[in-house]
Each structure stands twice: as structure tokens, then as C-alpha cells.
């Protein structure tokens, strides 16, 4: 199995992808955004949830690394005439592709799919397991805006990062908070008392119900998380109203931090559900060299996996 888990990753193994990911961010601004690395190997972005970012990003990190790269969503696929996820992963494999990048909503599908198939398969996403390339994409953003052009070797050690919201089915959560402690990070985690899920003592982070006091604290960075209001099974917070009143980074909280704190979200934002625009589109926001990040990353995980790989 070549595929990519978080939990999988030791610090040096990180901090390796994110170098490469340096020299790969260089490209966004040559105006021939092309490398010859995956020159005749093709890539299937094989997604079987809606994404814009996630897909979009992982098809410009293949097109510029100069890989085929072919698009499939469950609808419209055969997926949606009723076949079975073994027989559509096989099927695309049978054809002689060189690596899959696989979302799918159910934990665990990606590693499942491992088993069945000889390319290496890229977690793009799997229920509220994990999103590996989203956590190292805002480790990077996050190592970038701190270290500068000297990132290059190094971790996150002693950086305070909060992660505020719904962390009950944020697979970015629990990916960030396995990676961020292993680069030395400082991680806590914020939200309802609903949305903090079982089993969180065991994680290697602090918890707490307290935005505001989180707030105070002016952590190094905060990290809000978008309502994923459609993995939702019922009601963990009375109202809308309530939420922005406790979990919210309104305006209000936003400038209590100083402006020293760095302000991140995975996207989509929900705007003023769990973030205002006051403090989306401040100067200390990281969303767009989140965004870029993300192409520079998953160019690093698509290079690491298949250049120089022998087709089996």
C-alpha cells in the first residue's frame, strides 16, 4: 500500500513532503507551469463526493507536473447504474493508470481500495476519517508564513494552533491534529461540547468548550472549521444564533486577538457562521496561501508517489 494516511506520517517523513512542496510552489510563478516529472503517467481523480478545491487542485498539480490526468465523479459513472466501489476501482485500475486520488464519504474506503488494486491511492478525503494533503497543505501555509524563505527543514515546534468548530465530522481536524503535534506544534482543540468527538482524551492536543478564553489566549494561529451542516444527523447546537454567539470568530473575537494571531479555514467558509469577513479577509488570513498551498502539496505527493515508479 503506497497510499497516504496522516497517522502514517513520522515529523522527518513531513517535513520532507513539505520541503519538496517549497520547490514545487516555486512554478506558481513561472509562466510555463509545467514539469516534465509524470511525463506519460496517468492520474484518476476518482471522487465520490462533490469537491471544487480538493479535485480542482489535485487535477492542476497533475496537469503541471505534465501527468494525463482524468476526472470521474460517481455521478454519472457507473456508480450511479449501481456497481459496486470494488468493481468501479478495479475496472479503472484494469486500464492501466498509474495512481488513483480517491474522496469517498465512507471512513476508511481509500485503505479498503488499497487492498484490491496495485497503484498507490491517494486519500483525497474519507468520511470523518482523515484529509492528509488538507493537513499538510496548512502546515505548509502555516510553516510559510512563519519561517519565510527558510522553511526549508523545518518543523512547527512550539507554534500554538487552535482548531475551533465542528470538529465531530472534520476529518481536517483530526488529520491536523496527528501532524501538527508531530512537527512540535502546541495544538488545542475548540468547539461545542456536542461536536468535540469521543475518544478526543486520547488525542495528543488539549480540548476545551471555551472559544473565548481560547481567544484571550492569543493563540499563534487559529483554525476555524466550516458547520458541516450536511454530515449532520441532528440537532448539536439549538440555533444558528447560538453558535455564532459561542464558536464563532465574529468580528468581535477577531479583534481580540490583536492581529498578531494568523487566522485559517479549510474551506468553504460558511461567512458569518463559524467566520465573519472581518476576519476571513484580513491581512493575518491564511485562506488563499491555503488554496495555493494546496497545488504545491499534492504536486509533492503526486511526485513522491509516482515519479520514478514502475508500473506493476
Do not use: C
Not at 498578531?260 to 474551506?267: I, R
Amino acid at each position: 500500500m503506497t497510499g497516504l494516511l496522516t497517522a502514517a506520517l513520522e515529523r522527518d517523513d513531513a517535513i520532507a513532503l513539505l520541503d519538496i512542496a517549497e520547490d514545487m510552489d516555486q512554478i506558481h510563478d513561472r509562466d510555463q507551469k509545467k514539469l516534465p516529472a509524470l511525463r506519460g503517467r496517468t492520474v484518476v481523480n476518482l471522487f465520490f463526493e462533490d469537491s471544487t478545491r480538493t479535485r480542482s487542485s489535485f487535477e492542476i498539480a497533475g496537469k503541471w507536473l505534465s501527468a494525463d490526468v482524468i476526472n470521474v465523479s460517481g455521478k454519472g459513472s457507473s456508480v450511479s447504474k449501481g456497481e459496486d466501489l470494488r468493481d468501479t476501482v478495479t475496472t479503472i485500475a484494469a486500464m492501466g493508470v498509474d495512481g488513483i486520488v480517491m474522496r469517498h464519504g465512507a471512513s476508511g474506503a481509500p485503505q479498503l481500495v488499497a487492498s484490491w488494486v496495485p497503484q498507490p491511492i491517494v486519500n483525497a478525503g474519507d468520511g470523518t476519517h482523515e484529509h492528509p494533503t488538507q493537513a499538510l497543505l496548512d502546515a505548509f501555509a502555516l510553516r510559510r508564513r512563519i519561517h519565510g524563505d527558510a522553511s526549508r527543514g523545518k518543523g512547527l515546534d512550539g507554534v500554538r494552533v487552535a482548531i475551533a468548530g465542528d470538529v465531530l465530522h472534520s476529518r481536517v481536524a483530526r488529520s491536523n491534529a496527528l501532524l501538527l503535534p508531530a512537527l512540535g506544534a502546541e495544538v488545542t482543540i475548540v468547539g461545542p461540547p456536542s461536536m468535540l468527538p469521543p475518544g478526543i482524551d486520547a488525542w495528543d492536543v488539549h480540548h476545551t468548550t471555551d472559544l473565548d478564553a481560547v481567544v484571550d489566549d492569543r493563540p499563534d494561529a487559529l483554525m476555524m472549521l466550516r458547520v458541516q451542516l450536511e454530515r449532520q444527523t441532528g440537532a448539536f447546537v439549538p440555533s444558528a444564533g447560538e453558535y455564532v454567539g459561542g464558536w464563532s470568530l465574529t468580528a468581535e473575537r477577531f479583534a481580540r486577538l490583536g492581529g498578531e494571531t494568523l487566522v485559517m479555514h479549510p474551506g468553504p467558509m460558511n461567512r458569518g457562521l463559524e467566520i465573519s469577513s472581518v476576519a476571513a479577509d484580513a491581512a493575518a488570513s491564511l485562506v488563499l496561501e491555503q488554496v495555493r498551498a494546496g497545488v504545491s502539496v499534492r504536486m509533492a505527493v503526486l511526485y513522491r508517489l509516482l515519479a520514478g515508479r514502475t508500473q506493476s
